[in-house]
C-alpha cells in the first residue's frame, strides 16, 4: 500500500509567561526559529524551547540488557486492556496542558554531515521526551518491518518483513540468531503464547516455539494483512476482504477452517479482539463489529473518511486511526451500538496504534504516522508526551515485558525501547 502524506491543520503552541514588554518577548520562543527561518541576527525572542515544568513520578531502573517477564500485555496490537475510563467525556481533556511540538529532525544530521552540531536549529535524535529512552538497534532486513512478536517464553524477538523473511534476534545480546525465508513478503505476525502467526500471500504460517511446530494454513486470497486470536480462533484479514478462521485441534495438532466472515468490500488490515467483540478495519474506509460467538456481523462504522489503518480495545473503548488524519474513541450507547465519543486530529495520516503502561501504571497510546515519526500520548487527555523519529514510515510497533517496545521502520531497522520512571523534583 503507498501511504501518501495528507496536509492538515496548523499546529496549536502553548504559550508560557505572562510578563509585558521585554520581558515577556524573552519569555517567548521565536516561531520563526521553530520553522527554521529567522534571519535575525539579534532576535529579542528565545532561540530554543523552554523547559518542561517539573511533574511528580517514581525513580525506576533502565535495563540495557535482556528482556523482563513482567508484562501484563498481550494480543496482536500489543494491549488488549491498559486503562479503566469509566467516563467518555474525559478523553482529550488535557486543556492548556496540550503541548505540540514543531521540531524537525535535521535531514543532514540524517545523512551524516550536518555542519551546525550543537548550534543546528533542527533535532540531532530519533527521539523526543523524558518518558522513554532508546536500548538498541537491530540491522538487517532490507525492507520495511511489518511485524514484530516476542512469544510467551522465549527469550527471541521475531520480527518479519517484505524482504519476505523472518529474523529471529537473542533477546539478551540482539544478535540476529537465524533468518527464515518465505518466499513472499510479510504482511503482518502476531504471538499468542508459544505460537507465532505471519501472513504471507495466500497462507498463513504457524509455529511453535516450544514444540517446533511448522504449519501452512491455507484459504486465504491475496495477501494476510491483519492476524488475531479471540474466543480460541485465529482470524486473518486478507487482501479480498473476507476474514478467514480456524481452530487448533489437538487430537490432529492442526488448524482446522471454522469460518470465512465477509462483508466488507477492500482488503482488511486490521483486526482485534475485546469484549467478546470482532473488530476489523479495512481499506474499504469502515469497521466492522463481529459476534465472537455467532460470528455475524452486527454493526458497520462508517466515521471514518479514509482506510482505516488500525482498531484497538482499550477498556471498554475502542480506538481506531486512518489516513484520514484521525484517532477516533469509540463507546457504546444505552442500545449497544459503538458511537464516537472523541475525535483527535493530527497533521497527518495514522498508521498504527498500540497501548502500553508507564511505571506509574499511566495508560500511554503510541501512534506511528506517515511522516516518519511515532507520538506518544498521555490517555484519556491525549497530552502529547514525546515523539520517535525514524528514516521512513514506522508501520509495526510492539510491547514487551517491563516497559519495553519495539519499532519497525520501512528501511527495515527495529529499534528496542524503554519506558523509564520520570525523575521526583527536589525541593
Same mark, same amino acid.
Given at each position: 500500500?503507498?501511504?501518501?502524506?495528507?496536509?492538515?491543520?496548523?499546529?496549536?503552541?502553548?504559550?508560557?509567561?505572562?510578563?509585558?514588554?521585554?520581558?515577556?518577548?524573552?519569555?517567548?520562543?521565536?516561531?520563526h !526559529?521553530?520553522?527554521?527561518?529567522?534571519?535575525?541576527?539579534?532576535?529579542?525572542?528565545?532561540?530554543?524551547?523552554?523547559?518542561?515544568?517539573?511533574?511528580?513520578?517514581?525513580?525506576?531502573?533502565?535495563?540495557?540488557?535482556?528482556?523482563?517477564?513482567?508484562?501484563?500485555?498481550?494480543?496482536?496490537?500489543?494491549?488488549?486492556?491498559?486503562g479503566?475510563?469509566?467516563?467518555?467525556?474525559?478523553?482529550?481533556?488535557g486543556?492548556?496542558?496540550?503541548?505540540?511540538?514543531?521540531?524537525?529532525?535535521?535531514?543532514?544530521?540524517?545523512?551524516?554531515?550536518?555542519?551546525?552540531g550543537?548550534?543546528?536549529?533542527?533535532?540531532?535524535?530519533?527521539?523526543?521526551?523524558?518518558?522513554?529512552?532508546s536500548?538498541?538497534?537491530?540491522?538487517?532486513?532490507?525492507?520495511?518491518?511489518?511485524?514484530?512478536?516476542?512469544?510467551?517464553?522465549?527469550?527471541?524477538?521475531? %520480527?518479519?518483513? %517484505?524482504?519476505?523473511?523472518?529474523?529471529? !534476534?537473542?533477546?539478551?545480546?540482539?544478535?540476529c540468531?537465524?533468518?527464515?525465508?518465505?518466499?513472499?513478503?510479510v504482511?503482518?505476525?502476531?504471538?499468542?503464547?508459544?505460537?507465532?502467526?505471519?501472513?504471507?500471500?495466500?497462507?498463513?504460517?504457524?509455529?511453535?516455539?516450544?514444540?517446533?511446530?511448522?504449519?501452512?494454513?491455507?484459504?486465504?486470497?491475496?495477501?494476510?494483512?491483519?492476524?488475531?486470536?479471540?474466543?480460541?480462533?485465529?482470524?486473518?484479514?486478507?487482501?479480498?476482504?473476507?476474514?478467514?478462521?480456524?481452530?487448533?485441534?489437538?487430537?490432529?495438532?492442526?488448524?482446522?477452517?471454522?469460518?470465512?466472515?465477509?462483508?466488507?468490500?477492500?482488503?482488511?488490515?486490521?483486526?482485534?479482539?475485546?469484549?467478546?467483540?470482532?473488530?476489523?478495519?479495512?481499506?474499504?474506509?469502515?469497521?466492522?463489529?463481529?459476534?465472537?460467538?455467532?460470528?455475524?456481523?452486527?454493526?458497520?462504522?462508517?466515521?471514518?473518511? %479514509?482506510?482505516?489503518?488500525?482498531?484497538? =480495545?482499550?477498556?471498554?473503548?475502542?480506538?481506531?486511526?486512518?489516513?484520514?488524519?484521525?484517532?477516533?474513541?469509540?463507546?457504546?450507547?444505552?442500545?449497544?451500538?459503538?458511537?464516537?465519543t472523541?475525535?483527535?486530529?493530527?497533521?497527518?495520516?495514522?498508521?498504527?496504534? =498500540?497501548?502500553?503502561?508507564?511505571?506509574?501504571?499511566k495508560?500511554?497510546?503510541?501512534?506511528?504516522c506517515?511522516?516518519?515519526s511515532?507520538?506518544?500520548?498521555?490517555?484519556? %487527555?491525549?497530552?502529547?508526551?514525546?515523539?520517535?523519529?525514524?528514516?521512513?514510515?514506522?508501520?509495526?510497533?510492539?510491547?514487551?515485558?517491563?516497559?519495553?517496545?519495539?519499532?519497525?521502520?520501512?528501511?527495515?531497522?527495529?529499534?528496542?525501547?524503554?519506558?523509564?520512571?520520570?525523575?521526583?523534583?527536589?525541593?
Amino acid at each position: 500500500m503507498d501511504l501518501d502524506a495528507q496536509g492538515g491543520n496548523s499546529r496549536v503552541f502553548q504559550r508560557l509567561g505572562g510578563q509585558s514588554g521585554n520581558n515577556y518577548r524573552q519569555q517567548q520562543v521565536c516561531h520563526h !526559529w521553530r520553522a527554521g527561518k529567522c534571519t535575525r541576527f539579534s532576535c529579542p525572542y528565545l532561540h530554543r524551547e523552554l523547559p518542561q515544568p517539573p511533574s511528580s513520578g517514581s525513580n525506576g531502573n533502565t535495563s540495557k540488557r535482556g528482556f523482563a517477564k513482567d508484562s501484563g500485555f498481550s494480543g496482536s496490537s500489543g494491549t488488549r486492556r491498559t486503562g479503566n475510563f469509566n467516563n467518555a467525556s474525559t478523553w482529550g481533556r488535557g486543556g492548556n496542558k496540550v503541548l505540540r511540538k514543531t521540531e524537525k529532525l535535521c535531514n543532514f544530521w540524517v545523512q551524516g554531515k550536518c555542519a551546525y552540531g550543537d548550534k543546528c536549529k533542527f533535532l540531532h535524535s530519533w527521539n523526543m521526551g523524558d518518558s522513554f529512552t532508546s536500548l538498541t538497534q537491530l540491522d538487517g532486513h532490507q525492507k520495511a518491518v511489518t511485524g514484530i512478536a516476542l512469544p510467551s517464553g522465549s527469550d527471541k524477538l521475531y %520480527s518479519g518483513s %517484505s524482504d519476505d523473511t523472518v529474523r529471529v !534476534w537473542d533477546c539478551q545480546s540482539g544478535q540476529c540468531m537465524g533468518v527464515i525465508q518465505l518466499g513472499g513478503d510479510v504482511g503482518c505476525m502476531i504471538s499468542e503464547g508459544p505460537w507465532i502467526f505471519v501472513g504471507v500471500p495466500y497462507h498463513v504460517k504457524a509455529w511453535n516455539t516450544q514444540t517446533n511446530a511448522d504449519l501452512s494454513l491455507t484459504g486465504p486470497v491475496g495477501q494476510v494483512y491483519a492476524l488475531v486470536v479471540g474466543n480460541d480462533l485465529l482470524f486473518a484479514g486478507t487482501q479480498d476482504g473476507s476474514i478467514l478462521a480456524w481452530k487448533y485441534n489437538p487430537a490432529t495438532s492442526n488448524f482446522e477452517p471454522a469460518a470465512s466472515l465477509t462483508g466488507h468490500t477492500a482488503s482488511v488490515v486490521s483486526l482485534v479482539v475485546g469484549a467478546n467483540r470482532l473488530y476489523s478495519g479495512s481499506m474499504d474506509k469502515t469497521i466492522k463489529v463481529w459476534n465472537l460467538e455467532t460470528l455475524q456481523c452486527v454493526q458497520t462504522l462508517t466515521d471514518h473518511s %479514509s482506510v482505516v489503518m488500525s482498531v484497538l =480495545c482499550w477498556d471498554q473503548f475502542l480506538l481506531s486511526c486512518s489516513l484520514d488524519q484521525t484517532i477516533k474513541v469509540w463507546a457504546a450507547t444505552e442500545s449497544g451500538n459503538l458511537e464516537v465519543t472523541y475525535t483527535h486530529k493530527e497533521e497527518h495520516g495514522l498508521l498504527t496504534l =498500540c497501548g502500553l503502561h508507564d511505571f506509574e501504571g499511566k495508560p500511554i497510546l503510541l501512534c506511528s504516522c506517515n511522516d516518519n515519526s511515532v507520538r506518544l500520548f498521555d490517555l484519556p %487527555s491525549f497530552q502529547e508526551r514525546g515523539k520517535i523519529f525514524a528514516k521512513q514510515e514506522i508501520r509495526a510497533i510492539q510491547t514487551g515485558p517491563a516497559g519495553l517496545f519495539f519499532t519497525g521502520d520501512g528501511t527495515g531497522q527495529v529499534r528496542v525501547w524503554k519506558c523509564v520512571a520520570e525523575p521526583t523534583p527536589t525541593a
